[in-house]
């Protein structure tokens, strides 16, 4: 008897599945083998520090990417969120001195109910003034953070000392059969699993009726109201999703560094998150944290790497013509304007074209 | 009533500069649909152009300032024929995004051409102050107010009365209607794109020659002027100037009694008093005071 192949999707059941095919979920356990693994290889502190630091990150792309990618509209004012999420947590981590996972709930509650606080005002509008209203909320958002010095510490900062005991294991020193982890092992599994948890969140959120709705709002809202979708509701559903993602973002980076002041929460950082989804590729959830990945990790690279870069000055002062800072920006800007003039779907939309062409093949085209 | 009326001078020197850059952004919305984040550099490489035509050069003031205009609509137009054209037809968030990347390609190329270092612009205004009936009016804060008015005067004689300026509206209204009457879109984009970064040079080197002298931050008060067009109504040209004065009036009146009325509002409250208007008048009135009521059925 002649059965289907295994590519083959027959009913809405099947195409809804999250790893359908042998070979998804061959790449589901390598990348769990992976996690598992990495940090036991990669022992060194720089190379486990960069890999957190893009976990957090990717975490608040896919929240962008909800936003932006799925429901099309242009925010931003991530930073703003990302900032009130590192706030939140220096106060309920900290100050109150809650367990983990009360610190990040908080932290997104946080970040949803400023979304829903904010979302009525520039939702309304359509298109540009998101990113107009939005870029002000930065401006707005760093004024606060300088000036309500009570809890953010004002200019200088302040110290983020949350636990990160999950039950009877600290992830800051964990023991398995006498072996001992460091804080940064331990921050891996911690970052990557809730990239992997907001990832499932948000694939689960995009392929049912909800993510169904956000599409057809970004592809023409007008449309979409027609057929009895209320745009108005969803964008500022999409808007608490996306800034409740980027809060526990905002969450994990404030104590992981332990440390966090009003300046790091600028346009700049908007801009840097703008870019991943960019070059990751707009609504994939699979591209935001490729986009991560690729982005995140090169301001990193950049700054350990800049003496072997031709005409970066390795100190203020010193020799060559840009800074590191200044690089960083101009690759932020360069990646935007390429991709989205050479590739508009990203990395994601280049890595599905080489599946397509291997899976079709030899009647690839 | 001396010190008010300081400030209002203030305000108007300041909302003359947002004036020009509100005007640049309400020119390239007009005519390609599009909102240029990109202004700011545009305005940063205008102040920048005219150190180096003024300074390093060794120019008379007033070339300097025609060169370096005449500059920036060269590198306005080049932007829009080299990127922007590839995006038309694409959705309006491709290319803000394509502005925005643009925003940040630029600076760095200042820095990495002109360094960090804060440059004083040779200019003849300098510190001269002249008094009027005890008021202290900066000589530069006066030519700012000149010259916006100048240039302001002579955007809309030529959009009103000139042929081009009767190509570009036609465009701005129906731009297919326009193509059909013999109108070329591609020369109305990359004028206004050029007449746009004119417009912010002017303003970048008017900056450039105050107080703060010209360092690479400078393009980021272009930023300010979005609510300025917000305030007037995206699409309207004499909204963005009123826009511009309002928000440069209310900013420096703010900083004026910030020690009296605003200290509660913490250091610095003036700064992010054009992004509070801003989302005020987003509130009571979406389209401006003076924009077009955007009409949807549904």
Known sequence: MARPHRNLVRDHGQDLRLFGTPAARTGLVAMLAVFAVLPTVVREDFWLSVLIYVGITAIGAIGLNLLTGYCGQVSLGHAFFIGAGAYCTAIAGGTLGLPLPLWLAAAAMVGAALGGLIGPFTLRLRGHYLAIVTLGLVFVGEHLWRNLRPVTGGNSGTSVTASTALGPVDLSRIEVAGEVYSRNQGWFWLVWALVGLTALLAKNLVRTRPGRALQAIRDRDQAAEVIGVRAGRYKIAAFMVSSAIAAVAGALFGAYQQFV????????????????????????????????????ALPALIDRYSDVIPGVQTSVGGDGFISVFAL???????????????????????WLRIKTYFRTWPFSY | MTALLQNVFAGLSLGCTYALVALGFVVIYKATGVINFAQGGLLALGAYLGYTF??????????????????????????????????????????????????????????????????QVTNPWNIDTVTVGGLVLGVRDLWTIGLTAAAVVGFFLFFRHSDFGLAMRATAFDPEAALAQGISARRVYAVSWAIAAALAALAGITLAAGPGGLSPSIGFIALAAFPAMILGGVDSPTGAVLGGLVIGLVEALTRGYQDHLFAWAGDNVSVIVPYLIMILILLVRPYGLLGTRDVRRI
């Open chain 1, 328 to 350: 960083n920006q101009a690759i932020f800007g360069v990646l935007i304007v390429v991709f989205l003039v050479v590739e508009p779907r990203g990395l994601a939309g280049i």
């Open chain 2, 54 to 119: 003024s300074t390093s050069l060794a120019m008379a003031f007033a070339v300097a300032v025609v060169l370096a205009c005449l500059a920036a609509a060269v590198a306005g137009a080049a932007v829009e024929r080299i990127v922007l054209r590839r995006m038309v037809g694409q959705p309006p968030f491709a290319v803000i995004m394509i502005t925005i990347g643009l925003l940040f390609v630029i600076e760095p190329v200042i820095t990495a051409i002109w360094g960090f270092e804060n440059l």
């Open chain 1, 261 to 296: 002041s009003p300046d790091e929460w600028n346009l700049l950082l908007s801009i840097q998150y703008i870019a991943i989804v960019i070059v990751g590729g707009l609504g994939t959830i699979f591209g935001a944290v490729l986009g991560a990945i690729f982005v995140g």
